[in-house]
């Protein structure tokens, strides 16, 4: 039996759990994820050095919750797997300080995951499938379609080449007004909408490269906001729809360029899957669009269950685990410094 203490702050949630695997069966024992959105709403976005002074404020207490939950103590772990970036830097300082001070006292490893890694893992634990397989991974800092060859065996095939799709609905909600965190203020608003009272442009839309762009989409709304100002509720409500729409049309067109690229490479799989993740992986509308593609292309969609499609510690303790049963975890990793960038 391997148990595995997990914790992740890179960037605005002090989260810890605790997984435990025994023979085939994997349980979360624990999944303790402490948002501080109410801590940045005021700013319309994270700050980080809020974000950095919270998580110190946190984590301990988080992490004793997480122990608590599970019925264990530190002298049950196997392993504390931390992520070691991408991510703001004064969180992962404060992730990785405490997980190496564990592992230092404990005697166990310190297993440093990578962020996307824990987000292209997680559908193993919550759906057991075999590598290869596709992920899309849509959030307020990553937008990207990575081909998940193996454990610790990833290629990027797509990216977008300016913002992230999270972050082009936090920045249309801002523009209007509306609450932060933006994706749900956007979806909801978009519910009584007109989709089709703006034409905002559906970027790269029909393009051979595989890539995603919304920068654009966020400076036609901004103009269009500015032309019709003061906006009555009405107004709101079509530009969110309208921009709902213009995202989910761009998505899936540059989404099934990747899924014809599988499909060529891997002309023996009959159906192949594609995991959707991250906190965009909410949004309904698009939800919809992808599994109609996905339906359309002979591909299985798995969206792991909300909780662990957005940020959490469960995926980074489930990832640790994986790492360490293929064999890969770096020696001397109490040395390791954290990688905003990596
Ligand atoms: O994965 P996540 O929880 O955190 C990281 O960014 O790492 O994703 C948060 C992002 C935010 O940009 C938020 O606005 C977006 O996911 N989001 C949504 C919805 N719920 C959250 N975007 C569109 N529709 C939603 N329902
Ligand atoms: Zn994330």
């Known amino acids: 039996m391997t148990r595995i203490l997990g914790i992740e702050t890179s960037c605005d949630e002090t989260a810890a759990a605790v997984i435990e695997k025994s023979g085939e069966k994997t349980e979360i024992l624990s999944n303790v994820v402490l948002s501080q959105i109410a ?44 992520t070691g970036g991408p991510g703001l830097i004064g969180g992962l300082i404060v992730g990785l300080t405490t997980a190496k ?6 005697g166990k490893p310190l297993i440093p995951v990578n962020h996307l890694e824990g987000h292209a893992l997680t559908a193993r634990l ?44 936090d920045k249309t909600a801002k523009l209007l007004g509306l609450p932060y965190p933006g994706g749900p203020s956007v979806e909801k608003a978009a519910a009584g909408g007109d989709a089709k009272r703006f034409a905002f442009p559906r970027p790269l839309k029909g393009e051979a490269r595989p890539d995603f762009s919304f920068s654009g989409l966020k400076t036609a709304v901004r103009r269009e906001a500015t032309v019709l100002a ?3 509720e009405k107004d709101i409500a079509d530009i969110c729809a309208s921009f709902q729409q213009a995202v989910t049309e761009t998505l899936t067109d540059r989404v099934a360029r990747s899924l014809a690229r599988f499909r060529e490479t891997h002309p023996g799989l009959n159906t192949p899957t594609l995991v959707v993740a991250g906190g965009v992986a909410a949004n309904q509308a698009i939800r919809a669009a992808l599994d109609t593609l996905c339906g359309n292309a002979g591909f299985r969609l798995i969206a792991p269950p ?32 954290p990688r905003p960038r990596w």
Not at 50 to 69: P, Q, T
Not at 101 to 106: D, E, F, G, K, N
Not at 138 to 162: L, P
């Open 306 to 337: 909300l909780r662990l499609c957005g940020d959490n510690a469960a995926m980074i303790a489930w990832a640790g685990l994986e790492r360490l049963e293929a064999g890969l975890e770096e020696e001397d990793t109490l040395g390791f410094a």
């Open 230 to 232: 003061p906006l009555i």
């Open 126 to 169: 919550t759906d057991g499938i075999d590598f290869p397989y596709l992920l899309l991974l849509v959030s307020g800092g990553h937008t990207q379609i990575v081909y998940v060859e193996g454990v610790g065996r990833y290629q990027r095939w797509a990216s977008t080449i300016d913002d992230a799709l999270g972050e082009a609905f």
């Open 101 to 106: 001070a564990i592992a230092a006292a404990s």
């Open 39 to 82: 801590d940045h709403a005021a700013f319309g976005g994270v700050v980080p050095e809020i974000a950095a002074r919270a998580h110190v404020e946190a984590l301990d207490g988080v992490i004793k919750a997480a122990l608590d939950e599970a019925g264990l103590s530190l002298q049950d772990i196997d392993g504390i797997a931390a």
